[in-house]
């Protein structure tokens, strides 16, 4: 899941907000999802591809602001689905807190003998 890391023109539609996505280095058909929030983030949209088309989905505020995703990386903002879950609810997510513990080396793992935890 990505966000587009400038202020967004919420007329722009389907097409050219897949050019917004291109212009971040991504395809638009990967599956992934985008988002986009106006400069004065009242206003977010969601665009995504099903497999068989391009979906969007549009959501203003009728009070408060979505968190300003501008000013950072320009390839875009990478977000879980749960920090989009809470961008499209209006909340801000301040820190990032990691949910999975960490990954297993494999190869060090298959190495490990019975001994070694005496």
């Not at 009242?42 to 391009?54: E, F, M, Q, S």
């Not at 801000?92 to 513990?101: D, I, M």
């Amino acid at each position: 899941m990505f966000a587009y890391s400038q202020p967004c023109d919420m007329r722009k539609s389907f097409n050219t907000l897949s050019g917004l996505v291109s212009e971040m280095g991504h395809d638009v058909a990967s599956g992934d999802v985008f988002a986009f929030v106006s400069r004065n983030r009242k206003r977010a949209k969601v665009l995504w591809y099903d497999g068989t088309g391009l979906c969007l989905l549009a959501k203003r505020l009728d009070e408060g602001r979505f968190a300003a995703l501008w000013g950072r990386e320009s390839s875009g903002v990478e977000l879980s689905m749960s920090e989009l879950s809470l961008l499209i609810e209006g909340c801000t997510v301040v820190g990032r807190v990691p949910l999975s513990p960490a990954r297993v080396d494999v190869e060090r793992a298959s190495r490990v003998s019975p001994s070694d935890f005496r």
